[in-house]
C-alpha cells in the first residue's frame, strides 16, 4: 500500500471508528503525532489504545479530504475532522495530515490542526 492510499484508509478508519485499521497500519516504532493525545503513541499497541479511548468519546465522525498529493513515501492531506461529542455538540475543525511511510508501514503520522476551536 503506498502513501495515498495509507491515507484514505486512515480516514476511513476513523470514519468506522476501527482503531484496529489505522494501528495494523504503524510500523513498531511508527509514531502517531496528534495533538489531543497524551503523548504521542510509539507502534501499533499504543496507536490502537490511544485511538480507542479517542473513538469513545465522538461520534458521526466523517473526515473529508479536500487535497491530497503525495511523493515516494509521503503523503499530504487536507481536509476537515467533522465529528459530534457525545453530548451531541459539533467539534468540526480543518485539519492538515502528512503520513510517511517505510517499507509499506506508517513511520510518522502527523496531525495539524487548531485546537482553539475544540475549548
Keep these: 500500500m503506498n502513501a495515498e492510499e495509507t491515507m484514505r484508509v486512515l480516514a476511513a478508519a476513523w470514519e468506522q471508528g476501527d482503531p484496529d485499521a489505522i494501528a495494523d497500519r504503524f510500523a513498531p516504532d511508527g509514531v502517531y503525532q496528534g495533538p489531543l493525545f497524551d503523548g504521542f503513541p510509539v507502534g501499533p499497541e499504543a496507536v490502537r489504545a490511544a485511538c480507542a479511548e479517542a473513538f469513545?468519546?465522538?461520534?458521526?465522525?466523517?473526515?473529508?479530504?479536500?487535497?491530497?498529493?503525495?511523493?515516494?513515501?509521503?503523503?499530504?492531506?487536507?481536509?476537515?475532522?467533522?465529528?459530534?461529542?457525545?453530548?451531541?455538540?459539533?467539534?468540526?475543525?480543518?485539519?492538515?495530515?502528512?503520513?510517511?511511510?517505510?517499507?509499506?508501514?506508517?513511520?510518522?503520522?502527523?496531525?495539524?490542526?487548531?485546537?482553539?476551536?475544540?475549548?
Design 56 to 119: 469513545a468519546e465522538i461520534s458521526e465522525v466523517r473526515v473529508p479530504i479536500r487535497h491530497l498529493a503525495s511523493a515516494g513515501g509521503v503523503a499530504l492531506a487536507e481536509g476537515q475532522f467533522l465529528s459530534a461529542d457525545l453530548e451531541g455538540k459539533r467539534t468540526d475543525f480543518d485539519l492538515v495530515m502528512v503520513v510517511e511511510l517505510r517499507d509499506g508501514l506508517i513511520v510518522r503520522f502527523t496531525e495539524y490542526f487548531d485546537t482553539a476551536k475544540l475549548a
